[in-house]
């Protein structure tokens, strides 16, 4: 059992003498006898026991530790190698407690790392022992690494020692060094293998603490990852119902806010006030909600405007600046620090908030009002990502704002534009019914002679004439729809009738476009409708038919669907619409062709398709391009229709 000391110059490594393999504590017993044998089977059998009873690794090296002073050594130093490739000592003991520190000053002076010879760094680096069992003063200095580590090692003593290394799933995970200091004190090889098989059951110690920790530090991970993925979702959906209100009501902003307000203290706060600048430059409450709704009262009062001091201090910070202001902690000290008089302090209590933010709604470089948001137990304070998302939905409510006050505005424009031509429509009215009647009296005047000569151009100007009353009438009538003026006057009408009357007034028309016409009408069909508006629609679907369906035949039907309802379609082959072209078809001056081939304004289905639901019908079209299109009207017969 006995081996030959190393030379003075440099410990020895016991490279034949690897870690023993599970089951190696029962070797042992083969290779000591009698009460020396039993008394470290019992050893390790403790230590065991002591090791495996903590799931913590910085208490399991150092119950190791511990365990090794003085049944190995008079003074124990365990070393841990970190995944940067630092070393740590992490535990210590001595024989004589107060020098405990001085093993530690050891390392702090000089800590190992792997690129030195011998000793611990040795061991970490190859995961094999170093066995001294001798070690001279003379052999001293070059054990230490700097002059300042050789009075500490002669204070502690050093006669010999050996190092084994930590070892789990085939990876170092430190060093464990044992030195004997008192006269005489040497290390046997026997002593190697009992710290060998020591080191690996404190190894798989570790080694469990460790995937304990790892998997509580994941559980933790894992904790926080769901709780954050729950605020993050209901951030999300919060600032997804927000961006929806305020894009549906650009005309009702106010009655957005409060809907803002009220979700926001539903999901991601306790309370909401929304304040926006008024007429005066001052903040005004627009919108204010808390969790208990029976505390929505309180606040607006102590935010009304006869009391200055009402606005919460963050709040008239945030305008003042214009920079957002969080107070994660809201605690007794910040709130008296806040505190500006009675009313406000009564304000804070109503809310009592332990977090709280404002942040500005600006726009173009002006701050139109502020956003506070607080939170109250037992709900979770406020985090740096409610701040990124409070400044979210504060820069969505100033694009808001600003949409609304431009939808104010274009309406306002709009409006005037329809007072205009519904002006301008009837100053045109005038001029162009005493052209018409000029143009009647100047064809009665003339003579055969000079007829011949001018009537070719007196029916052109005629023309154009009744073509500018129908543009003029198209947009009267559209002025009239948008300002709801467009009036009904029902009357008895056979559809039937007002078909063929509509058709036989085109005949011309069809016959420029080289459009044949089959009318197919059962018999009456009668109903109460506008006789005049209801000719306007025949008149625009088969101008549209002549227009677009130029040189193929052209099918107008009429007939009863169900009880109360008729069915008018008026069908053609021409072009055809495209698909994607269909659902604009009805719009204000909307066209599905180029205008440079097609005039007109595109008014006449849009004109069209209000009068057909002011008379409670619907009006649709079916179409694809080179077949042609079918317009189908459908509308209710009336309350005192006949059958």
């Not at 004190?185 to 790892?214: I, P």
């Not at 209100?245 to 929304?274: F, I, Q, S």
């Amino acid at each position: 059992m006995s081996r030959r000391p190393p030379s003075p110059s440099r410990p020895a490594s016991v490279a034949e003498s690897p870690a023993p393999a599970p089951g190696a504590s029962h070797a042992l017993v083969t290779r000591w006898d009698g009460d020396d044998a039993e008394e470290r089977i019992a050893f390790l059998a403790s230590a065991g026991e002591v090791l495996s009873a903590s799931l913590e690794w910085r208490t399991v090296l150092q119950r190791l530790a511990e365990l090794t002073v003085p049944v190995l050594a008079d003074w124990c130093a365990v070393d841990v190698l970190g995944d940067d490739g630092r070393v740590e000592r992490v535990a210590a003991a001595h024989r004589e407690p107060e020098k405990v520190a001085l093993v530690h000053e050891l390392s702090r002076l000089r800590p190992p790392d792997l690129t030195s010879p011998g000793g611990i760094s040795e061991v970490l680096r190859e995961g094999k022992p170093v066995f001294m069992p001798e070690v001279t003063d003379a052999m001293l200095p070059g054990l230490v690494r700097i002059p300042e580590q050789l009075e500490v090692a002669r204070r502690l003593g050093v006669s010999a020692g050996l190092v084994v290394p930590l070892v789990a799933r085939g990876r170092t995970l430190g060093a464990v060094s044992l030195v004997r200091s008192g006269e005489g004190g040497r290390v046997s090889e026997a002593d190697l293998e009992l710290a060998m098989e020591l080191a690996r059951r404190a190894s798989l110690s570790m080694d469990n603490a460790l995937l304990y920790a790892e998997a509580q530090e994941r559980g933790e991970r894992l904790r926080h990852a769901l709780e954050a993925g729950k605020e993050a979702e209901e951030r999300l959906f919060f600032l997804l119902d927000a961006s929806r209100a305020l894009a549906e009501h650009l005309d009702d902003v106010e009655w957005t806010l409060e809907h803002v307000a009220r979700a926001a203290a539903r999901g991601v706060a306790t309370c909401c006030l929304v304040e926006l600048v008024g007429p005066d430059g001052a903040l005004r409450c627009v919108a204010v909600s808390h969790r208990d709704s029976g505390r929505d009262a309180f606040v607006l009062s102590a935010l009304s405007p006869s009391m200055n001091m009402g606005t919460l201090h963050p709040t008239r910070e945030c305008f003042q600046t214009g920079e957002t202001r969080f107070l994660p902690e809201v605690g007794t000290e910040l709130r008296e620090r806040m505190w500006q008089g009675p009313e406000h302090g009564a304000l804070l209590e109503a809310l009592n908030p332990h977090s709280l933010l404002a942040v500005p709604v600006r726009m173009r470089g002006r701050t139109l009002g502020v956003i506070t948001l607080g939170t109250a137990p037992p709900q979770r304070r406020l985090g740096t990502p409610d701040v990124t998302m409070a400044e979210e939905l504060a820069r969505r409510v100033a694009v808001a704002l600003e949409n609304a006050s431009l939808y104010r505005d274009a309406q306002a424009a709009v409006r005037l534009r329809d007072e205009f031509l519904s002006v301008a429509s009837h100053e045109l009215k005038t001029p162009l019914t005493s052209l018409k009647l000029q143009h009647g009296l100047i064809e009665r005047a003339l003579g055969a002679e000079s007829r011949a000569k001018v009537a070719p151009r007196l029916s052109t100007a005629m023309r154009q004439v009744h073509r500018l009353t129908a543009l003029v009438d198209s947009l009267l009538d559209v002025s009239r729809i948008s300002l709801g003026r467009l009036a009904l006057e029902p009357a008895d009408v056979d559809l039937g009738q007002a078909v063929r009357d509509a058709v036989d007034r085109m005949e011309e028309v069809f016959a420029q476009a080289g459009c044949s016409v089959r009318v197919d009408v059962p018999g009456p069909l009668a109903g109460r409708w506008d006789a005049l508006r209801l000719d306007q629609v025949l008149v625009n679907l088969l101008t549209n038919a002549a227009k677009y369906g130029a040189g193929h035949p052209v099918v107008v039907e009429a007939s009863v669907e169900g009880v109360e309802t008729v069915r008018l379609s008026v069908r053609d082959e021409g072009i055809g619409i495209a698909a994607e072209d269909l659902p604009r078809l009805f719009g204000r001056f909307e066209r599905a062709v180029s205008e440079r081939h097609y005039g007109g304004l595109g008014l006449g289905l849009y004109i069209s398709r209000q009068i057909v639901d002011a008379m409670g019908g619907r009006i649709e079209v079916e179409s694809r391009p080179g077949a042609g299109s079918v317009f189908t009207v459908r509308l209710p017969r009336g309350l005192d229709a006949g059958g």
